[in-house]
């Protein structure tokens, strides 16, 4: 996609590198036991789908669907879940995947509502992170790459919906406020 107003700032080869280090290690990480990997939809799609992939073990995938009432480029700090799970998490290791932590107001949340349901333990899997602007404390165990805040696309991440069939994760200069 040739797009004036889109600059890499990770390759789509740096991306699959990353997710294989991090396949192997979250794969170690979990020797034994009951695996659930959840999609955070839909910016973590490609991430889940290649993750999943590269781990070394068999897990279980199911996806869940959250709105952040934020139209454009922030969200508003109230979350609402707009598709639950198909499978229980009760005894299960969870393994979240989320595209981003931004504020930390949706990881946050997802937190302390999927640990009402008697999971074993819970982790979090973010492709990206920017920690300048966390707002609410989120600790995330397994982080692709730290980026600075710079609004970005691709490779599931949108704005309004666009760009997030990109191969590379592309800094998005001046888009519309
Ligand atoms: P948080 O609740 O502020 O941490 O927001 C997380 C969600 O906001 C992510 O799952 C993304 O959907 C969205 N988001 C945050 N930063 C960006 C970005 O730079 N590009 C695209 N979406 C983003
Ligand atoms: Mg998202």
Do not use: W
């Amino acid at each position: 996609m040739t797009d004036p107003k889109l600059r890499v700032l990770i390759s789509a080869e740096k991306i699959q590198e990353r997710i294989r280090e991090l396949g192997e290690k979250i794969s170690a990480d979990y020797p034994t036991g009951n695996l659930h990997m959840i999609c955070i939809l839909k910016g973590a799609i490609f991430f889940m789908t290649d993750l999943s992939r590269a781990m070394k073990r068999d897990v279980q995938i199911d996806f869940m669907g959250i709105s952040t009432y934020g139209k454009g480029k922030t969200s508003s700090g109230e979350v609402k879940v707009t598709k639950d799970l198909d499978i229980s998490l009760e005894g299960a290791d969870v393994l979240i995947v989320e595209d981003i932590v931004d504020s930390g107001v949706t990881l946050n949340y997802l937190m302390h509502l999927l640990d009402q349901r008697k999971p074993r333990s819970i982790r979090i899997a973010a492709l990206l992170d920017k920690p300048e602007r966390r707002l609410r404390p989120v600790h995330v165990s397994y982080v692709g790459f730290e980026i600075p805040d710079k609004f970005v696309v691709g490779y599931g991440l949108d704005y309004a919906e666009r760009y997030r069939n990109l191969d590379d994760v592309c800094v998005l200069e001046e888009p519309p406020v």
